[in-house]
């Protein structure tokens, strides 16, 4: 008996809990597709990218690689292969990790009705984009975490899109969390962590001129002409037209060439690629793990993102560290609020530090786009670029751009991201850049937040 009483009152006890176990498990149900259904409220029901016959013909009229680079089309094709470029090329995963952090709209009308000014007269800001006068894809904005805006002219929400040159941003962050840890110092020359350097033309520029794009090496994205130094680097990732002399790898293209120097280290501003991707390789030396996997383990499984992001990766699974970065807009939004006051709402980590911030915002040499080696002039209203971000305005807009019209657009103080891609016109016609009049409706709406 001693025994059996004890058991008794057990069943008694987990009978109840079993009880009380399933009306929670009900009430938690209810919670969640409560929750679901309010954040999927915006979302319009699924409809395909594109058609059989369609995804066919663009497969068929990609140029031949070994004649030309896959890139090259305009137009509507640009804008299918920018959209598509998972299922034109390997790439390599970007993964997400833990529920979705929902962000939740609170969209203002205002920016709809914001006034742009075209060539056909004054529209409303989402007429712009729906207009000839754009190629805008799709724009995000998010204000203290909430969605105000969301517009997709020529996309679907759930596609990934290519950020292009947006994509460098997440070699340079990634140096900082290492710089925060004691594991990088930015005055060091890059061939202290890569050895490999020693003998090339790289050798003894620190890596802060690398961030800054002012490395002094003659591989300039600006020289793009078969057989230039970034060229060959391009190739050699199977991003460009291969010939045999390519380099097998860009990790062997970046130690054989010898493209020299246009001029000293930290004098001018040259953007280059290049410079990009020994970023990442350092990276990639210290965390002893492929880039892709670097940029999961540090900033993708910390965010509620949707989905999983991935990289271009045409050659041996080697990441497109310069522009290859494929990922959903809002992804993207959630990225660039890890850079404002509301990391909170899609992180519990504060990834991005205070110090970082304060270099990308005060820490700027203009001296560098003073002395850029093709400049045109320097906007009165940029302060300098540093750490592979494009610009740094007197407002503290903080903007990466992309080169076929996709951008990524920060303002810490006023707790603003926005983003938006997009693609180039054919060669005979021109489209409006989307960054100005979207500066203006942020600086109109929110200049005094």
């Known amino acids: 008996m001693r025994n059996k009483l004890p058991l008794i009152g057990c069943g008694r006890l987990c009978a109840a809990s079993l009880r009380v176990c399933k009306k929670l498990a009900v009430f938690l149900a209810i919670t969640l597709m409560t929750a679901t259904a309010a954040a999927n409220k915006n979302r319009a029901p699924f409809e395909p990218a594109s058609t059989v016959e369609e995804t066919l013909q663009q497969h068929r009229v990609l140029p031949d690689p070994a004649e030309e680079v896959w890139w090259i089309p305009t137009g509507t094709n640009m804008a299918w292969n920018n959209k598509n470029l998972h299922q034109l090329f390997p790439t390599v995963n970007v993964y997400r990790d833990g529920p979705v952090r929902e962000l939740a709209y609170k969209l203002r009308q205002e920016i709809d009705d914001y006034p742009v ?74 061939d202290y962590y890569l050895p490999e350097l020693k003998n090339s033309d790289f050798t003894g520029v620190t890596v802060r001129n690398f961030l800054d794009m002012a490395s002094g090496i003659d591989c300039s994205d600006g020289n793009y002409e078969r057989g230039t130094c970034y060229y060959e680097f391009e190739a050699s990732l199977n991003d460009a037209v291969r010939t045999e002399n390519t380099a097998d790898t860009p990790y062997e293209a970046l130690i054989n060439m010898r493209p020299g120097r246009w001029a000293e280290q930290g004098v001018g501003f040259d953007y280059s690629g290049a410079n990009t991707f020994i970023l990442s390789w350092i990276v990639e030396r210290i965390m002893r793990m492929p880039f892709q996997d670097a940029v999961t383990r540090e900033i993708w499984h910390h965010l509620g993102a949707e989905g999983d992001a991935s990289f271009y990766a045409a050659r041996y699974g080697i990441a497109l560290s310069t522009g290859g970065f494929l990922a959903k807009p809002r992804d993207m939004a959630r990225f660039g609020l890890l850079f404002t006051p509301s990391y909170n709402v899609v992180s519990d980590n504060r990834i991005i530090s205070d110090r970082y911030l304060d270099i990308i915002l005060n820490g700027g040499r203009p001296e560098l786009l003073h002395n850029a080696r093709f400049s045109t002039g320097v906007n009165a209203a940029i302060k300098h670029n540093v750490y592979q971000w494009d610009r740094v305005y007197k407002n503290n807009d903080i903007y990466k751009g992309g080169w076929a019209g996709q951008g990524l657009l920060i303002n810490p103080d006023r707790d603003l991201v926005a983003v938006y891609v997009g693609y180039m016109k054919d060669g005979q016609s021109s489209e409006m850049s989307v960054l100005t009049p979207l500066r203006r409706i942020l600086d109109g709406l929110y200049g005094k937040d």
């Open 117 to 190: 000014d075209t060539p056909s007269g004054v529209l409303r800001f989402v007429d712009f984009l729906d207009s000839n006068h754009s190629t805008s894809m799709g724009v995000v904005i998010v204000h203290k975490g909430d969605i105000v805006f969301e517009h997709y002219a020529r996309m679907q929400e759930y596609q990934k899109p290519i950020w292009w040159s947006v994509s460098k941003v997440f070699s340079s962050t990634l140096i900082a969390i290492l710089e925060d840890r004691g594991l990088v110092d930015v005055a060091k020359p890059v």
